[in-house]
């Protein structure tokens, strides 16, 4: 960890001296890594994350006074240490983890995998995507127009319309144009910006709604991997990607090395449920438990979905729910993935066609690695309790922090920070559970030893 350069301030610089710390390049004293650490720790432990107010803490608050051997660095130093230190801060929180599992407290093997919604320092109005320009505009065009049919009415009356009421319109109309003009402009910069959005305030945070809808929380995806035995968070992560469809592989691989264990049994919801990803888990060691999500045209308009045709391995075709066999007939690229098509020669003649296609033939796809995702199945009937251990593991960690955090969630702005932000927050969580778990003066030994 870097030392701040700045001064320790009054008679602090003394008391600090005592702990024989080097000196910056200034000729200044530093504060030692540890001090500062101590203090977000014990702010974070204590729901106090702002740098201000732990400036005014270490200054008054007995407990954080004794800590810090009465230094109590300003809230600039305070803050730099945060924004230097995001990848130390990151060790220390992947420590604990460590520390946690020479304990043996993930003996169980079995983690859930969730994301949610954290919000950013950037207010939604300062976000923008080419809707929300779509739609301001049109309102900014009715009001225009609003504004004019209101001349038009006092160039016909004059009477009837105050001058003082003119110059008002006419001031407004102005204003509008150029928050056109402005609102012009950013959609340039949207329609230059890879995924469509700019924000002002954070530029790497994101309206976290797939239709990008004014009302949605502007912000990061924070992912969690929860041990379900003494709910500890193995691993964690901030993204600023939407959905959850990317993440299964990175958290669960990163949650078995954090645990140590040489398999891991993964719970996540239909969110993250994607082909490639469930493989890569699988390759990795690691047994995945995620429902297919129910998005399927043809059981909602009361036809059969996929579930109802049933793979014949050895020859390689599917038997259709009229008895059909539906035989291989070529391979596609889809999206990045090989597909196999199959249909039946059946279909234009058959009874039940109503019920299974509008088309002439009913196609089946099938991935080249299906076998992935039918184990996963296959798991998850067997496991019918899945759903509810996954809530009941995960669920309480999101509603905790969020709570902690606030109404405003992050405090810091840009990824790197928001995630050393959010290490702070999982390193104090963890330190809860486990002084909840063992003691506080127990988790102190151990931590000494
Ligand atoms: S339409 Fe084709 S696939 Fe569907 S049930 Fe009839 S034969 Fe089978």
Same mark, same amino acid.
């Given at each position: ?12 610089? %003394? ?51 004794? &800590? ?16 230097? @230190? ?34 950013? /320092? @950037? ?24 504004? &004019? ?5 006092? *160039? ?33 910069? /949207? %329609?230059?910006?890879? *995924? ?8 790497? +945070? ?61 719970? +996540? *919801?239909?969110?993250?449920? *994607? ?13 995945? &438990? ?6 399927? @045209? ?27 066999? +539906?035989?291989?007939?070529? /391979? ?17 003649? #058959? ?56 109404? #405003? ?18 390193? +104090? ?7 909840? &778990? ?12």
């Amino acid at each position: 960890m870097r030392h701040s350069t700045r001064t320790p301030h009054r008679t602090r610089a %003394k008391n600090y001296g005592k702990q024989g710390q080097g000196q910056a390049a200034t000729g200044r004293p530093a504060y030692h890594p540890a001090t500062l650490l101590k203090i977000y720790v014990y702010g974070y432990l204590n729901r106090i994350q702002s740098s201000r107010r732990l400036e005014t803490e270490a200054n008054r608050n007995i407990e954080l006074i004794w &800590l810090t051997s009465r230094l109590a660095p300003d809230f600039k130093t305070i803050a730099d240490f945060r924004k230097d @230190n995001g990848e130390a801060i990151r060790k220390v929180c992947r420590e604990f983890v460590l520390l946690c599992r020479r304990l043996d407290l993930f003996s169980e093997g079995v983690v859930a995998i969730d994301g949610s919604k954290f919000k950013a /320092v @950037n207010n939604r109005h300062k976000n923008f995507t080419e809707h929300k320009i779509q739609v301001r505009m049109q309102q900014l065009e009715e009001n225009i127009a609003q504004y &004019l049919a209101e001349l038009d009415r006092a *160039d016909r009356d004059p009477a009837m319309v105050l001058p003082s009421k003119v110059a008002r319109l006419k001031e407004r109309i102005g204003r509008v144009k150029e928050q056109m003009s402005k609102l012009a402009a950013m959609a340039e910069q /949207v %329609k230059a910006s890879p *995924d469509g959005q700019v924000s002002l305030t954070d530029p790497d +945070a994101r309206a976290m709604t797939s239709t990008a809808r004014s009302t949605g929380t502007v912000g990061y995806n924070v992912q969690v991997a929860v041990d379900a035995k003494n709910h500890l968070v193995l691993a964690h992560e901030v993204t600023n990607q939407i959905n959850d469809r990317d993440q299964l592989a990175g958290m669960s691989i990163s949650a078995k090395a954090a645990a140590g264990a040489e398999s891991l049994t993964a719970l +996540a *919801d239909r969110g993250y449920y *994607d082909g490639p990803q469930l493989r890569q888990a699988e390759l990795a060691g690691v047994t995945t &438990l995620v429902p297919k999500p129910l998005t399927s @045209n043809s059981r909602a308009e009361g036809r059969f979905d996929k579930r109802d045709f049933v793979y014949d391995a050895a020859n390689d075709q599917y038997r259709c729910p009229a008895g059909q066999i +539906a035989i291989h007939r070529f /391979v596609t690229k889809e999206r990045g993935i090989y597909l196999s098509k199959y249909w039946s020669s059946s279909c234009p003649t #058959c009874p039940i066609k109503h019920r299974c296609t509008t088309s002439e033939y009913r196609r089946i796809s099938r991935w080249e690695h299906e076998t992935v995702l039918e184990r996963v199945q296959a798991r998850l009937d067997a496991m019918p309790e899945a759903a509810k251990v996954r809530m009941q593991t995960v669920e309480h960690v999101f509603g905790t922090l969020k709570f902690w955090m606030g109404s #405003c969630h992050f405090l810091t702005k840009t990824l790197p920070k928001v995630r050393t932000e959010m290490s702070l927050q999982v390193l +104090a969580y963890n330190m809860k559970r486990m002084i909840k &778990l063992l003691g506080a003066r127990k988790l102190i030994q151990v931590i000494a030893a």
